[in-house]
C-alpha cells in the first residue's frame, strides 16, 4: 500500500494549483486523509484534513485559499490552492489514516512528498 502524491510544480504568485493523491494497493478503507508541507529545516504542518464523510479542517494560513476534497470510491484526496503566496513554496505530502485488513486497525501512511515552488 502506497500513497502516490502529484500536481506540484512551478507557479507564480498568485496562481492555482492543484495536488492529487491516490491510494494504490488494497485497503479495506481510508479515514481521515489530509495535507501536509514542509518548510526547508522545519517539521511538517499541517495544511488542511478531511474526514470520511467530508468534514474538513483548514491551516489558518490555508483558511480561504484552498480546498480540500476526497473520492472515496477512487480513495484519492486533492488539494485546490488559489492565490498562492511564495511563502507556500514547500514540499507538500499527502496523509491517509488507512484500514488495509478487517482486524480495523488503522495505520498512517504517507505519501513521497511533491515540491511547490511560488516565484516570479
Known amino acids: 500500500v502506497q500513497l502516490q502524491a502529484s500536481g506540484g510544480g512551478s507557479v507564480q504568485p498568485g496562481e492555482s494549483l492543484t495536488l492529487s493523491c491516490v491510494v494504490s494497493?488494497?485497503?479495506?478503507?481510508?479515514?481521515?486523509m489530509g495535507w501536509y508541507r514542509r518548510f526547508p529545516g522545519k517539521v511538517r504542518e499541517l495544511v488542511a484534513s478531511?474526514?470520511?464523510?467530508?468534514?474538513?479542517n483548514y491551516s489558518d494560513s490555508a483558511k480561504g485559499r484552498a480546498t480540500i476534497s476526497r473520492n472515496n470510491d477512487l480513495n484519492t484526496v486533492h488539494l485546490q490552492m488559489n492565490s498562492l503566496k511564495p511563502e507556500d513554496t514547500a514540499v507538500y505530502y499527502c496523509n491517509g489514516n488507512l484500514v488495509t485488513d478487517y482486524s480495523g486497525r488503522q495505520i498512517i501512511y504517507w505519501g513521497q512528498g511533491t515540491q511547490v515552488t511560488v516565484s516570479s
Open positions: 478531511i474526514t470520511r464523510d467530508g468534514t474538513t
Open positions: 494497493g488494497s485497503i479495506v478503507r481510508a479515514n481521515d
